[in-house]
């Protein structure tokens, strides 16, 4: 009989004692974690470095920006759908739980929750499942009950993949530099993106782009 792999995890959390106890708590059947990382810049190398299935996320997290869990799933958007993300935290705070979904992550578990749970948990969200738990789930469904209609914009069809990417980066503050380091590309390629991405929108600057992005929930 053919055993299904195990899904492959990165553990991200600031804290080296909660790492640990997730670690032994996960199924070691189900459950084959590649690497850790303690804030947002370890972990978007770590991510990098491992290309995990799933990403276990905690939402606040030092370095960076100061964006935290959700710095770290926007910065590695990219890599969807190959690498999900959990997040995992011990705020069941509406504001956090939409911040980082917002920012990509696939489901929302609180530190309760047993290893077997979030070893389910990253199954389902392996599979392409949304996890979340029932007080959680409202909170998303309050805010994406219009945001979700928001996104479906006819100016977002104007927009290539990548125009997209570079859209999102420099919406949240990113320089031009920035941006193409990010993605892998030129900062005139980079450049070239705005240009085209403003003309498209009919939008005068970036400060314009930002708005638009916050309004249709992008950012």
Not at 33 to 58: N, W
Not at 115 to 123: L, R, T
Not at 173 to 194: D, M
Request: one cysteine or more.
């Amino acid at each position: 009989m053919n055993q299904t792999p195990p899904v492959t995890v990165v553990v991200v959390d600031d804290h080296a004692i909660f790492r640990t106890g997730l670690k032994a708590d996960l199924d070691a059947d189900r459950i084959q974690v590649l690497g850790e990382a303690a804030d947002v810049d370890s972990a978007i190398a770590a991510i990098r470095q491992h290309r995990p299935a799933v990403v276990l996320l905690d939402v606040h997290l030092p370095g960076g920006r100061g964006g935290g869990g959700a710095e770290v799933a926007a910065a590695c958007h990219d890599l969807a759908p190959e690498v999900r993300f959990l997040a995992i935290s011990v705020s069941d705070a509406a504001e956090d739980v939409v911040g980082v979904i917002r920012a990509g992550a696939r489901g929302y578990l609180t530190k309760t929750a047993s290893g077997a749970e979030v070893s389910d948990a990253v199954q389902r969200v392996a599979a392409g499942d949304a996890v979340f738990s029932p007080r959680l789930a409202g909170f998303v469904l309050d805010a994406f009950g219009t945001a979700a209609v928001a996104v479906q914009d006819d100016e977002l069809d104007l927009l290539s993949e990548r125009e997209l990417e570079v859209m999102r980066l420099i919406a949240r503050g990113y320089t031009y530099k920035e941006a193409a380091k990010q993605l892998f590309i030129s900062v005139r390629t980079v450049e070239t993106h705005v240009s085209h991405v403003l003309r498209k929108l009919q939008l005068s600057n970036r400060h314009e782009l930002s708005r638009w992005a916050g309004e249709r929930g992008l950012l």
